[in-house]
């Protein structure tokens, strides 16, 4: 999952998406953002934000307080897929980036639910990452502080699937035993 | 912790933060965000937006793949926090809205570091929440689809707290019973 931003009328909107990347590009599930911005035109600018929170880090001082976690920052101009092969392909990768193997199963979009559906393509034409990992750093007179000091580990958990009332297949493998594609 | 979309020279940036809600209120731990704008101006367009994801959610056709959520939209004009006092105030409440107990604890900011910090105040003018619960929804045809159908519920989990090692205090009960403000 992802969180996009969009300009519209000079005022950021920050929405959560799915998507999936495509080599130097991304697509994002736009249907969230077309409600927004009525029909996206060609080259907008985009900002893509993909955060996995990994632990609370707690320091001494309140000042160094902070997070273990893992983001990436992903800027470029967003443009709707109008061909219906690649939309078709954008949408099966998106699937399959929350879920590899689900693609092959679910049956695909019929002729009005795709064009009821709005992909974006994104090319990613700069990106940053950050990534903080370990114990808190505290100034060095703090270190004698009689505050505890440590991690609080966060864990993402996907729990036992819940089949539909309605659905008598077995669970697939890969919904078993799901994982993130990014661990 | 939220995402929050600011706009630079007619481009949003979407960056992670810390934050706390006083009433019609939010702070921001500002500090990603000033520098990428340099000194925040007065009443800055920001979205901040928080999501929780409480599960993945497959349909029997790729279509009606969904999520379930809780997801709110903030919108609103953001100012820095200029006074000393409302500026600590602020800092305490994200520090609690992280931990309830720990701005007790922790040492305060002294005069340096709370120069170094910038808090930005954003009144919420507007917002909108979403939340999906919930299996999924097939059209009527789908579900003789011999596809499976359900949810995988996706729940956050704190694990065992890891003390710095050069700590030797007791794990408080607010680090040792760590749960979410908002489950």
């Known amino acids: 999952m992802a969180h996009v931003g969009i300009v519209a009328e000079g ?40 955060t996995l929170v990994d632990g609370l880090v707690f320091a001494r001082s309140a000042f160094h307080h902070s997070m273990n976690y893992r983001s ?16 078709l392909e ?23 639910e795709l064009k009821a559906t709005e992909v974006v393509a994104l090319p990613i034409r700069e990106a940053s990452a ?17 505050v505890w000091a440590g991690e609080v580990p966060v864990r993402t958990r996907f729990e036992e699937p819940v089949p539909d009332t309605r659905c008598t297949e077995p669970v697939p493998t890969y919904i078993r035993d799901y994982r993130r594609a990014y661990a």
């Open 11 to 50: 005022r950021p909107y920050v929405i959560p998406v799915l998507y999936a990347r495509n080599g130097t590009e991304l697509y994002v599930h736009g249907s969230p953002l077309s409600r927004l911005l009525g029909t996206l035109a060609q080259g907008v600018p985009m900002c893509l934000t993909v």
């Open 130 to 146: 950050k990534i903080r990992t370990g114990p808190p750093v505290d100034a060095a007179d703090d270190y004698a502080l009689p």
């Open 90 to 112: 954008a949408l099966r990768m998106i699937v399959e980036h929350v879920a590899a193997g689900r693609a092959g199963e679910a049956r695909e979009p019929d002729h009005q």
């Open 72 to 87: 990436v920052v992903v800027l470029g101009d967003g443009y709707p897929i109008a061909d219906r092969e690649e939309k």
